[in-house]
């Protein structure tokens, strides 16, 4: 009994942290809710996450925040300044498209 209380709090408070950090340079990479006018595409990357840990659903918004930060983090690679989302996060993965818009 007294384990598996620890096991869900430690779960429980695992879920609100952060693993993912922003790289440097992907501070700059602008996110847009749409494809930007005017723009070069330079692809699409692929981002993914643990969306739930032992069983128990981690912070949605915190899961959409990782995905983020971890596709403006292949953003410099592509030479892409600005990316979007192609869908809805599924399964603690996401797509976005990487532009090169030169701002």
Do not use: Y
Not at 28 to 45: F, L
Not at 90 to 101: E, I, L, M, V
């Amino acid at each position: 009994m007294r384990m598996s209380l620890m096991v869900l709090l430690l779960s429980l408070s695992v879920t609100g942290c952060t693993w993912v950090h922003m790289a440097p340079g992907a501070s700059a990479v602008r996110v847009t809710s749409a494809a930007p006018s005017g723009c070069e595409k330079r692809g699409e990357v692929e981002v993914s996450v643990k969306h739930s840990i032992a069983f128990i659903d981690r912070n949605q918004l915190r899961v959409r925040e990782e995905l983020e930060t971890l596709a403006r983090n292949e953003a410099p690679g592509l030479n892409a300044d600005t990316i979007h989302p192609l869908g809805e996060p599924a399964g603690g993965s996401q797509r976005f498209a990487a532009w090169r818009c030169g701002r």
